[in-house]
């Protein structure tokens, strides 16, 4: 991938991706985070080479870790819960207790999430009469009618979530990492957005826990996730988990950093 250029990588991804999640002509050739935050919007004005480069986070055997043993307490909890969330799924809104998904993880590889089903078995066929109220390659309703009462409840308190821990177990998730987007948000990325692949997907971050239902603007979500690239360590990660249990223990979004401050942060990468 030696002398090729930001121009010219684009255009591969453009011309060779469209299926699923693949990002990439190399999934070992990505593009340098402090590169591509040169330009918001990715509008190159001269040739710059592309480098290798691979997130700290992703080798990291001390986060890997944690995740195992967040992951085992996690299932061990949903193990508890199954039953009375099962019974509860099912009466409200008779279906599968489960709901999944495909999702696209590190560096764009597709795989599946789990969830409880907090919405109404057709909801996907359905997502159409919604109307988006977010900016950006992200879908998102406050009052979105295909969400159960139940549902509600179990998206107020996170309990939705608890399958994931599964693919923490597996590997195709962190518990701190980036919102893992859908094949269909993907393929409309820019070089700019496809940064924030570059970490394993969380079941919280950056965005989570500063922000949760708060943030409707897609932009804000990309640098809060660009933001958690920058600032990573274990100990950042730790801090992050606290705030995301703060927050679902409070039942309320958390207020989000502002354009500005994330903006800021960003310019002094």
């Known amino acids: 991938m030696t002398g090729y250029t930001l121009h010219t990588m684009y255009n591969d991804i453009v011309k060779n991706n469209r299926e699923l999640c693949k990002l990439t002509i190399d999934a070992s050739v990505h593009l340098p985070v402090g590169l591509l935050l040169i330009r918001r919007r990715m509008q190159l004005s001269t040739f710059t080479t592309i480098s290798r480069y691979k997130h700290p986070s992703v080798d990291s055997k001390v986060k890997r870790l944690i995740d195992i043993s967040g992951a085992l307490v996690g299932l061990s ?13 099912k009466i409200n809104s008779p279906g599968p207790t489960f709901y999944s998904q ?9 795989f599946r999430i789990w969830k409880f089903r907090s ?3 057709n909801a996907d066929e359905m997502k159409k009469l919604i109307k988006n109220e977010a900016s950006g390659h992200i879908f998102k309703n406050k009052n979105d009618f295909r969400v159960t009462r139940v549902g509600k409840f179990l998206r107020r308190t996170s309990l939705d979530e608890l399958p994931q821990f599964w693919n923490v177990l597996k590997g195709e998730m962190s518990l701190v990492g980036t919102r893992p987007p859908t094949p269909d948000e993907v393929k409309n990325y820019t070089s700019y957005h496809h940064n924030r692949l570059l970490v394993r997907p969380g079941i919280t971050g950056e965005w989570q826990a500063n922000g949760r239902s708060t943030v409707e603007d897609f932009d804000i979500i990309v640098r809060m996730d660009l933001l958690y690239q920058r600032k990573w360590s274990v100990a950042y990660d730790l801090v992050l988990i606290l705030k995301t249990l703060q927050v679902v ?19 002094r990468f």
């Open 77 to 89: 909890i949903t193990g508890i819960l199954f039953l009375p969330l099962m019974l509860a799924i």
């Open 119 to 121: 919405m109404v078995t």
């Open 249 to 267: 223990f409070d039942r309320r979004g958390a207020y989000y950093l502002s354009f500005a401050q994330i903006n800021g942060n960003m310019l």
């Open 102 to 110: 495909i999702r696209c993880g590190l560096n764009g590889e597709p």
